[in-house]
């Protein structure tokens, strides 16, 4: 087993930071597939996909946010 990587504040906070703007980004990526997806149902023409790629930016986003909870607690 590998010995626990000490971070300094500043690196945690920095850490935190890029958790929250990687889920902003994946939620906010999420509803635009959704919002695409939506679209192309009513014109089929444009063949976008997205149920499954938003679903994915979607646990990415929980994920993230989860580890930022318990990085926070532990800190």
Do not use: C, I
């Not at 990687?22 to 999420?30: E, G, I, L, N, V």
């Amino acid at each position: 087993m590998t010995e626990p990587m000490a971070l300094t504040q500043d690196e945690l906070a920095l850490v935190l930071e890029a958790l929250e703007d990687a889920a902003f980004y994946r939620d906010t990526h999420s509803r635009v597939l959704d919002s695409a997806a939506r679209r192309s149902r009513r014109s089929p023409a444009t063949g976008v996909a997205g149920g499954s790629d938003a679903e994915l930016h979607r646990r990415q986003a929980r994920a993230y946010g989860a580890l930022a909870l318990k990085l926070r607690k532990q800190a």
